[in-house]
Structure formats: structure tokens, C-alpha cells
């Protein structure tokens, strides 16, 4: 059973950075491609990143590219999402996913598994 497990969300300030972590188990993770997705209230889903099982190839959304960077690491077992100079309109719960059917996708439903997602809020 694949599980992904995010952390390091919270409130901060506009200007401030945050790192997401993404913990993954139950599979060999270098099997899968990894995507970073966010929701605002009221919003759809939104790809903000992604990296490919390799690691060699890092992807951006219109959201995340230019202030954020997606890194994994395949012997822990985990992946990262370096958000900086943060906005408020960045505010919303960061998922996690991880998918195997492609070698990359900014498709939601392309990918098999999901996190439970962590808020991120950043004030004004």
C-alpha cells in the first residue's frame, strides 16, 4: 500500500519561505513520478510542480516556477517543495502525489496516489 505523507506547512508572511516535505512508503519510490498539486478554498486543484523518477527532470505549473523548487530523493524516500518569496494568493493545502502510468504529468488524474495535503496560509 503506497502512502505519501506531507509536512512543513504553516502560516507565514508574504516575502517568507517554507520547504514541504513529502514522505512516501509502501513501494519503491523511484517507480514513480512525483507531483506537487494545491487547492485554494473554492478553487480546483492546481499543479504547482513536479519531478520525474529520476530526479533529472524538475517541471513547473504557471504557480511555481520562478520561486519554487522540487528536489526527491529516491534512498530516503521523500521529496521536497522549496516555496520562496511566498504571496497570499500562494495560500491553500499543498498535496503531494505520486503516479507510474507516465514518465511526468501536470494532470491530476494522472497520478495513483495521494496525500492527505498540508495547509499553507501566508499573510499579507
Known amino acids: 500500500q503506497v502512502t505519501l505523507v506531507e509536512s512543513g506547512g504553516g502560516l507565514v508572511q508574504a516575502g517568507d519561505s517554507l520547504r514541504l516535505s513529502c514522505t512516501f512508503s509502501?513501494?519503491?519510490?523511484?517507480?514513480?513520478?512525483l507531483g506537487w498539486f494545491r487547492q485554494g478554498l473554492g478553487k480546483e486543484r492546481e499543479f504547482v510542480a513536479g519531478?520525474?523518477?529520476?530526479?533529472?527532470?524538475?517541471f513547473y505549473g504557471s504557480s511555481g516556477n520562478g520561486r519554487f523548487i522540487v528536489s526527491r530523493d529516491n534512498i530516503k524516500n521523500m521529496a521536497w517543495l522549496q516555496m520562496n518569496d511566498l504571496r497570499p494568493e500562494d495560500t491553500a493545502v499543498y498535496f503531494c502525489?505520486?503516479?507510474?502510468?507516465?514518465?511526468?504529468?501536470?494532470?491530476?488524474?494522472?497520478?495513483?496516489?495521494w496525500g492527505r495535503g498540508t495547509q499553507v496560509t501566508v499573510s499579507s
Open positions: 519531478i520525474s523518477r529520476n530526479a533529472r527532470r524538475p
Open positions: 502525489a505520486a503516479g507510474t502510468y507516465y514518465s511526468e504529468s501536470d494532470n491530476p488524474v494522472n497520478y495513483d496516489y
Open positions: 509502501g513501494r519503491p519510490f523511484s517507480n514513480y513520478y
